[in-house]
């Protein structure tokens, strides 16, 4: 039954547009979001052979333990998304409270090397698999006021590309850029602003196509949505 897809954080709004694009194009998803009551809902309307698991991927032992969970239901992934993200709220680096700074890595950068941790390992020993780390705009460029967001996110652009380096012959990491999509993390950085930008439901029908396609040869490229 087509590839065996991971990603985080399918409570947000692309992760759940993600996944009801996948399982609708003949794939099956194994999901997780730290709230219990999205990954009910989802599980409800998305039963077995997908599997959605309430996990915060700041916390190694609970990926470990999701990982496990997930490659002995379905198999090896296809497919690694690390699509869970946090942005700060809107200040000057120096007004940003040091835990809000903290969570905003231990999400974006600190989660993502979580997965990588325990999804790679078997990966690599099969010499199979991409990994999607998804970026931002402002992992490519800077905005005032978003210093801990742009931080993790130019993170994840070294990270990857470094990452990539290390992927035997087969393998791919790509550092994917999604563009300005509107969603409740764009409208807390732009406000009512955010409604000018690409809704969701457009978004999801030209990235799953686009993630679907990416191939080995791919490895250590700094992508973006098209669009």
């Known amino acids: 039954m087509g590839k065996h897809i991971v990603i985080t954080g399918v409570s947000q709004g692309l992760g759940q547009a993600m996944v009801a694009g996948f399982v609708a194009s003949g794939h099956r998803v194994s999901g997780c979001a730290r709230r219990g009551s999205a990954i009910a809902e989802l599980a409800a309307q998305y039963p077995t052979p997908h599997q959605f698991t309430a996990v915060d991927i700041r916390d190694d032992a609970a990926v470990a333990a999701w990982a496990e969970g997930a490659i002995a239901a379905s198999g090896l992934p296809d497919l690694v998304i690390n699509n869970a993200g946090l942005v700060n709220h809107p200040a ?72 990539a380096q290390e992927l035997p012959a087969g393998m791919a990491a790509v550092a994917l850029n999604p563009g300005i999509i509107h969603t409740a993390m764009l409208e807390t950085c732009y406000g009512d602003d955010a409604a000018a930008y690409t809704p969701i439901a457009t978004w999801v029908k030209a990235a799953v196509p686009y993630i679907l396609s990416l191939q080995p040869s791919d490895n250590g490229r700094a992508l973006t949505v098209p669009g």
């Open 92 to 163: 000057p680096l120096w007004r940003v409270p040091a835990e809000e700074f903290d969570a905003v890595v231990a999400v974006n950068l600190n989660g993502t090397v979580n997965v990588i941790r325990h999804f790679a390992p078997p990966m690599v020993e099969q010499r199979s698999g991409i990994f999607v780390n998804f970026s931002s705009g402002w992992g490519r460029s800077t905005s005032p006021e978003f210093a801990p967001y742009c931080a993790t996110k130019w993170g994840i652009e070294g990270l990857t590309q470094a990452f």
